[in-house]
């Protein structure tokens, strides 16, 4: 890992590039630590063992790793091993979807059709799911042919 920094830290010299650009470097470095303590999490969650997963999708989501920003966001909006909190939830999907990752403009989708969070807007959760699948997230592409369909 400080040999990545390193290594970024002395590309940006060279290349001249404004501090801030940097910090944005700097912030998208995910080490395999949190990615295995992701992944640790994930499985957990699929396992239905939601109060086990929730502390490790929470590390890695507050180490800015975006699927699992999503993931506990998820876990939040539904209470899923965790007391629901619809604030907390939007705002760690909101980071993940600052990303790009396309499930979480899916999720948002998600919380405006069913008022999640945020004020219920059909119209709102339709332009998400479909950013979701103009992404490739199948999940969103069948979200929305459900949608169509009714």
Known sequence: MKMKFIFV???CVLLQLSLSACDLIKVN???SDTIETYNEGAKLYKQEKYEEASP???RAAEKGYAPAQND???MYLNGLGVTQDLNKGMEYIKK???QG???AYNNIGFAYINGLG???DTEEGIKWIRKAADNGNGVAMYNL???YEK
Do not use: E, F, P, Y
Request: no cysteine; proline share 0%; hydrophobic share 60%.
């Open 9 to 11: 830290m002395i590309l």
């Open 56 to 58: 490790k999708l929470l």
């Open 145 to 147: 042919g459900i949608l």
């Open 101 to 103: 990752d396309s499930m």
């Open 118 to 120: 945020v004020a219920k």
């Open 29 to 31: 470095i995910t080490t």
């Open 72 to 74: 506990i966001g998820w």
């Open 96 to 98: 993940s979807a600052d």
